[in-house]
């Protein structure tokens, strides 16, 4: 059994900072792509961020020059440094991770529980 759990959400005013960290833990044998994505109230689920097991990154157009993912192999730790919060990032914010566990073929989709970011204006 694998699990994601993430930490660092909270409120914060907008121009502020926040880091969301996210580490997988349980029979892992190897994570593929890590990823951050948000849904809003009353809005569907979108992509916010991607990094590859080589560190290759993708942004959704609305958080670029914002937002940086990173990840730490040695920790199955995945982060989103977010900078110039606005209000319209305020959102529940998941991390995703693609795991082929001990014993297992392939890789699956795992997320976590979510964590609330809220940016007041």
């Known amino acids: 059994q694998v699990q994601l759990e993430e930490s660092g959400g909270g409120l914060v005013q907008a121009g502020g900072s926040l880091r969301l960290s996210c580490a997988a833990s349980?029979?892992?044998?190897?994570?593929?792509?890590m990823g951050w994505h948000r849904q809003a109230p009353g809005k569907q689920r979108e992509l916010v961020a991607l990094i590859s097991s080589g560190g290759s990154t993708n942004y959704a157009d609305s958080v670029k020059g914002r937002f940086t993912i990173s990840r730490d192999n040695a920790k199955n730790t995945v982060y989103l440094q977010m900078n110039s919060l606005k209000p319209e990032d305020t959102a529940v914010y998941y991390c995703?991770?693609?795991?082929?566990?001990?014993?297992?073929?392939?890789?699956?989709?795992?997320w976590g529980q979510g964590t609330q970011v809220t940016v007041s204006s």
């Open positions: 349980g029979s892992i044998f190897s994570i593929n792509g």
């Open positions: 995703n991770a693609n795991v082929m566990a001990y014993g297992s073929l392939r890789y699956l989709s795992f």
